[in-house]
């Protein structure tokens, strides 16, 4: 494989690897509140945090590049401010990947969170815990499962964002240029089928090896707190 190939393969891990760090402390709670919490608006909530997983990925792109571009409310903020600038860049493909494989980590954290025994926290509660002391000694151990199967199919998700990536960090060779946008200029140029076949098993590789680093974890922590 070329170095232009695993220049790819790297920066599509880093990216994927910084989409789920940066989502997961949101995840976790905004499926404690989904999963526990009624309140006014949620159905509404609940249709903006699933919006990505319906909506054509360019579409979400557009909107990214809208709120976040060197002309967005966000984007002019982030760069004059801040001095992060996301379009054209790695972050913008890490943020692009977040957005997409949010609802996907959410939807698993919230069904986690949902199958914990209210009576569980209650009896901690009992005892003198406070509410957080109560969510991160029993709430938090007991949904672990959920949550590290968010985690990969979090990462697992954007590992293979294409439409987003593309609307909001483009297509720079060794800059934001992943494995589907790889695989996508490649077969854009000439004997390019073949020179995929490569990358394209990799990509497969990585996603069974994240699923399967997944499922250990998951059987790992069951013996940890079940």
């Not at 949620?42 to 002309?71: I, M, Q, S």
């Not at 990947?97 to 986690?112: E, N």
């Not at 998700?157 to 990536?165: C, V």
């Not at 200029?185 to 994240?210: K, M, N, Y």
């Amino acid at each position: 494989m070329a170095a232009e190939e695993w220049n790819a393969i790297a920066l599509s891990v880093w990216v994927a690897v910084t989409a789920v760090a940066v989502s997961l402390p949101f995840g976790i709670g905004l499926g404690w509140l989904l999963a526990r919490k009624q309140f006014l608006g949620k159905a509404v909530l609940e249709t903006c945090v699933n919006l990505p997983l319906v909506l054509p990925p360019v579409v979400t792109g557009y909107l990214l590049l809208v709120t976040f571009g060197r002309r967005g409310v966000v984007g002019h903020f982030l760069e004059d401010w801040v001095g992060i600038r996301l379009v054209f860049d790695w972050k913008g493909a890490a943020l692009a990947a977040a957005v997409v494989s949010f609802p996907l980590m959410v939807r698993t954290i919230r069904i986690a969170f949902a199958s914990v025994n209210p009576k569980l926290e209650n009896a901690a509660r009992t005892l003198g815990a406070r509410p957080i002391d109560a969510f991160i000694s029993v709430t938090l151990p007991l949904a672990v499962r959920g949550i590290i199967a968010g985690s990969v199919l979090g990462f697992a998700r954007s590992l293979g964002e294409f439409g987003a990536t593309v609307m909001i960090a483009g297509n720079i060779e060794g800059e934001t240029r992943t494995i589907p946008l790889y695989i996508y200029s490649q077969l854009e140029s000439p004997g390019g089928f073949d020179r995929s076949t490569g990358i394209i098993l990799v990509s497969i590789a990585l996603a069974a090896a994240a699923l399967a680093i997944g499922e250990w974890l998951e059987r790992r922590s069951g013996h940890l707190y079940l």
